[in-house]
């Protein structure tokens, strides 16, 4: 394998890392440097930061996670649905029939979240 | 942007040959909205008739289908010989493990919790153990396990492949943390099972990309041809080969990859642990034949020695860690590492008798070791099971038919002969002297013989100890656990006596096609 | 000449049967169970009954034939078709399979008779029977089997059988831990056996007797192959047949019932090593150093076991030394090859009369003396047990060999043709047989004079010994004929061993090297074996101490089991051991780390246990990835080497 050709990307990455470095290393060399007390607060949005759950040992409720999770069920059958929608002449009935089954499938994903309770929040 | 669409082919689908899958893929859809719909009550029943009616049902369709030979859905699956061998040894073998799975006479609603998201350890965690119903959730989650196992061993491209392997891995690791009692123990298994699968998912991603940058294909039959004309150095090629091996061989439970499966044995349910040892193996190695004998032949097979070397740590890990085994589940996991071990001495035949001596011992392992935690599943006491070696004393004198069962059994994994373990054994040792891997053998007859002494403790243990105050009960099992030991126990004997008929039919399957 | 056995017809085509029926009668007797309770022995006895009766009409069929097609091979079925290796469910009966099934089916039913008799009073005597009638099949198998595979699995079987029976009274502790043992160190043995099968298939592609045995003639193979070949077997002989360095295991089976120890561990099961060596002569014959392995094993352990024996103070420990050194003999004879083949048959037959008259002898004494086994608490019993005392004088005449008794036919020329070996290892194992014969009269006549004779030193507890109940004296009887007739009856009647057996070792002895004479050998054994029976007499005619003196290196040394049992612990358990240390520590101390998570479970402390836990899979996670970077190294070794 010739590896002569790997050089340029090597070279890119080098570039890359000593520019990172570069750049965070000369700031507080070359920079004004007055800090006050709304400086060096978090900032979120203008208002007080709420206490962070990584770190300081709280949790945060496990149903965002179920919320995420749900999120995914529909995310993927939407990102199925566009390739399936510009080639759907091409694909023909046996496409649709698939893209039916596939929606289906998803929906006893759904079905099952709901009856079990996976979209109320108490 | 406009797709060229003359260009769009749609694939050929033989659904004859793919019937099997599809139904154990809808059943198990079926089997969700069953637990979405069905009142509580009535789940139980349901579930269990619609997984056998399925599993049978994929069985019988195997059957019948079992002359087929092609290259199916865009040449994705191949529908050859052993991929459907493997898929009839997954659905008996599936239809065994769910027996056993859902017996509901050994305690009150059977093995699985009947809340799963209630925290382990508090109030109410206790008052859930006692509840007499369960979550039927295993059912479906065993056939989409079983349905990603019977793509994983068809599968005829890397991708297909990891797909299957998701597939599958997913369902068996909540099916770990599903254990009604011990359920730190059962979570945790549940964790590192699914953290350490991951791990290894990732390499065997690796690995794919790997050897699609020596390729240019992700296909077996692709990678063969690259491996036949391509001039390029074959370093990506074998680095590509050690990651997916890896990936594999982890499932397989082979050393230095077999570290999760002690923990992992120990915390599962017990009728989970079996359905694992025996299908999860025939898997795992069912995709490995395909890569090494598909997509790797005519490298000269040089990367013989390295597997080989993993085979011999496999085994003498497997078989020495054992002897210091308290525990009964882990006793029987480091003897499935070794087994692990056995096996791939019969994959390094290389050769049609290789292939075939392993799908054999496959076939026989994975009835014996249902059987094997069958019996487990019977010794229990007012906690569940008991699993602790020294809680097994004296059980011959307390139930002499169990014990005497169990005796056989582990007879049959010492390799006694007359027993699907001598036989098992013997043909891959054989395979492997055929191959030209003498070494092998000795490693593997020395193995097996340390593997004697754990088996016989258990057995003197059972039979030439006194019963203790604390050995526990043997509890008459119901007709469903009854026929998985009758089962395993028969096909032990059967196939030690008179293999043959099964050989036959292994080395009729044993012709890959590519 | 190539070697071929004729495929059977006629009445011998249906010598399956010999395995078949006491196979039914043990699956009977242990799956029926209590149904089977008033009448299960019968069944045992009458099984084995017909199998000595079919016995005796095959061989009748097989002399019928003329020599050198004598023999029949059956093949059942397809055991295990692996490819280029067919291993065929197939029986051989030969001259040499049929003397033994003889030997086993005939000595094997008059022990079995003894053990309705013996077993009486034992609750699980139906039990007793079924392993028994395994044990019966499961030989017959041994001596059947038409390749080394078939021979395997009558191997383990009659393994399986004796350990069950030596565990047989699983209420003692001494039982049960003599069985493991018999286990462990057969498992040695089998290791080698199974080796020594598959190098067979690597080298000659096949396990059939006959093809294995063409590849040695036609030079299928090099003398390195074939010595480590014969290594392996021998191996497996060795633990089968309790010689050095695996014979430890067989005084300790003596935990068993006393039929046991005579039937398996005296008659029938401790021979087979025997006859796989002389199953395998084409093999042994084609290599000289592996020959002289097998002399040197037989001499020593010949030795060995006389030593022992003479320190020995338990009636059947003395009996089952006796045994590991009168194998010796056997070993030597068939080590020698030759003639000498024929010699170690005909002792092994003449061997399993007389030891197993000695041990059911010693069944019989126990049997009177509350179960008892110390001979310094015996003495003086010959008047009270006449029909005993006679048929064990008859077993220990012939023992040590006085004539006409069998041994004296049997042995002698043993020692002799050892003399005859080709240069000084003639003279060395010659004299090692030799003095093994003084050894052997010195402590066969030391167990003879304290349990028979001198003044009784009986424990308080018994009062009147009493002669046993005829169904076990008629065996006694019939067994001490077999020991004074058998061996003029093998050597020179028309029946005689050396003839019958020609077709099986048909290499007639190359001997030559003759360094004494016939009746020299002869003259010189008698004169050391009446020195030894002499010194037994002085020293113990008047009885001995009831408890154990302090004595000299030599005897403690003995009574020690010649450090056999340290030897053992050295070699084999401690590297072991520390080799189970080392992978457990590798191994991520999973064991440790399991108690912990235990621990922390019990504790209820969940955020200890949390942080094992992730300490585990990070461990874990980390083993792999050192897995997984040896495989890539080692792979891209190969790819780049």
Redesign the interface.
Known sequence: MNLGQWVPIVGLVVLGALFALFSVAIAPVVGPNRPNRAKLSAYECGIEPTPEPVGSGRRFPVKFYLTAMLFIVFDIEIIFLYPWAVSFNALGTFGFVEMLLFIATAFVAYAYVWRRGGLDWD | ?T?A?DA?Q?PHLNYGALAPMLILFGAA?VG??I???VPRRSRYALQLVLGLGALVAALIVVITESGTRELTAGAAIALDGPALFLQGSLAALGIVALLLIAERTLEPGGPFVAAAAVTA?TEEDRTQAAREDAGTEVYPLLLFALGGMMLFVSANDLLTMFVALEVFSLPLYLMCGLARR?R??SQ?SA??YF??GS??SA?FLFGIAMLYGFSGQISFAGIHSAIQTST????????G???V??GLL?KAAA???H??I??VY?GAPTPITAFMSACTKVAAFGALIRVLYVAFQGTDW??R??IG??AVLTM??GS??S???TDIK?LLAYSSIANAGYILVGVLGL???GL??TLFYLVTYGFTVIAAFGVVTLVRDADGEATHLSRWAGLGRRSPLYAGLFTFLM?AFAG???TSG??GK??V???A??GGQ?WL??FG??SS?IL??PY?RVV?MM??S?PGESTPTVSIPGALTSATLAIGGLATLVLGV???PL??LT?HAAQFIR | MPVHFAAAHGTLSSIWLLVAIPLASAAILLLFGRFTERWGHLLGVASVLASFILGLIYFFSLRGLSSPYRAASLNLFDFIPVGGLKVQFGLLYDPLSAIFVLLITGVGFLIHLYAVGYMSHDEGRRRFFGYFNLFVAAMLLLVLGNNYVITFVGWEGVGLASYLLISFWYDRPAAATAGKKAFIMNRVGDAGFVTAIFLMFATFGSVNFADVFNGVASHGAGQTTILILGLLLLLGACGKSGQFPLQAWLPDAMEGPTPVSALIHAATMVTAGVYLIARSNPLFTANLTLQTVVVAVGAFTLLFGSIIGGAKDDIKRVLAWSTVSQIGYMFLGVGLGGAAYALALIHLLAHGFFKAGLFLGAGSVMHSMKDRTDIRRFGGLWRYMPITWATFGLGYLSIIGIPPLSGFFSKDPIIESAFNRAGWTGWLFGSAALLGAGLTAFYMTRLFVLTFHGPKRWTEDIEHPHESPAVMTIPLVLLAVGSIAAGALFVYSPFNVKDWLRPVFNNPAAEGHEHIGQWWATGMTFVVVLIGLAIGLLLFRRGTAPQEQPAGPVVAAARANLFGDMFNETVFEKPGLYLTRALVYLDNRGIDGLVNGLAALVGGSSGRLRRTQTGFVRSYALSMLGGALLIVAAMLAVALG
């Open positions: 942007m797709i669409q769009l749609l859809a969700v909205l637990e979405a719909f350890g011990r730190l123990l945790e964790m590192k953290l350490l791990f290894a390499f390029q150095s074959t370093t990506l090629l074998y680095i080969l050690a990651l091996a890896l982890f050393a230095p990859f570290v999760w002690p923990d120990q040089d990367f020695p390295v070397a993993i003498l890990v020495i860690l002897v210091t085994q882990r050769s049609k008798d075939s001596s007879l006694i002969p007359l001598f036989t013997f043909a040792f054989a395979a002297i055929g003498s053998v000795v007859v020395v013989m004697a002494f016989l003197v039979w030439l006194e008179v293999p043959a050989l036959d080395n």
